[in-house]
């Protein structure tokens, strides 16, 4: 089953361009993981973010991927906010160079106070947290709780075996495939802001 980047209304017509958030919420490891060129890409999303005028929102870390996309915004001139919990803090993993940090009691108001900050939620390779982080955001979308965009920057195809689980779920009627379809899966960055201007919210889950 094909996944559509860019779902159209009722009438088949493409949706409207709408601005690019000026705020997005980055999910990503707090490990480098085993690829350089995963870190490069990384790296570079970051100096893009700021080039563009977008805050960078995200968990508040120095270390891995984290670290490396705040350390590469903040070079380039971008604005960097950071969430984490009062115990991560104290274990000394906060980034002290960020612009802004909130410091939250628990991972569970972290997630809502990054949502609470952003206009967009992007998902770049990380773990079992990153992953845990994503399907929060992308089920409050399902659910009606906010009309944000979601995404999958797919770098070096980290993300491939993720929307294909997501395919079978569509085939086994647990997923709508009108919310696979409002998923944003992204290759590069220049198609990630295409599909951001190009996004509507599907249809919520109960109405």
């Given at each position: 089953m094909?996944?559509?980047p860019h779902?159209r209304d009722a009438a ?5 361009t709408?601005?690019l958030?000026?705020s997005i919420?980055v ?7 085993a690829?350089?060129?995963v ?8 100096t893009?973010?700021a ?5 960078v929102?995200y968990g508040?870390?120095r270390v891995g991927?984290?670290g490396t996309?705040a350390?590469s915004a ?7 906010i ?10 000394e993993?906060a ?8 410091v939250?009691a628990?991972?569970h108001?972290?997630?809502?106070r ?5 206009e967009a939620f992007?998902?770049l390779?990380?773990g079992?947290g990153t992953?845990e982080?994503f399907f929060?955001?992308w ?9 944000k965009?979601v ?6 195809g980290s ?5 294909t689980m997501l395919?079978?779920?569509v085939e ?7 919310h ?7 290759k590069d ?5 295409d599909?951001?201007?190009s996004?509507?919210?599907?249809q919520?889950?109960?109405t």
């Amino acid at each position: 089953m094909t996944h559509d980047p860019h779902p159209r209304d009722a009438a088949g017509a493409p949706p409207a361009t709408r601005p690019l958030p000026r705020s997005i919420a980055v999910f990503t490891g707090s490990a480098l993981g085993a690829s350089p060129a995963v870190t490069d890409q990384v790296r570079a999303f970051g100096t893009f973010l700021a080039q563009h005028g977008i805050t960078v929102v995200y968990g508040g870390g120095r270390v891995g991927l984290m670290g490396t996309l705040a350390d590469s915004a903040l070079a380039a001139g971008g604005r960097v906010i950071g969430v984490m919990p009062e115990s991560l803090v104290h274990s000394e993993l906060a980034h002290t160079e960020i612009d802004d940090l909130h410091v939250v009691a628990t991972m569970h108001e972290r997630k809502a106070r990054m949502a609470d900050l952003a206009e967009a939620f992007v998902t770049l390779p990380g773990g079992s947290g990153t992953l845990e982080e994503f399907f929060e955001a992308w089920t409050w979308g399902q659910l009606g709780l906010h009309t944000k965009p979601v995404s999958l920057l797919d770098i070096d195809g980290s993300w491939g075996s993720l929307v294909t689980m997501l395919q079978d779920m569509v085939e086994q009627g647990f997923l709508a495939q009108r919310h696979l379809d409002g998923l944003i899966v992204a290759k590069d960055t220049d198609s990630l802001l295409d599909q951001l201007s190009s996004w509507t919210p599907p249809q919520a889950k109960w109405t």
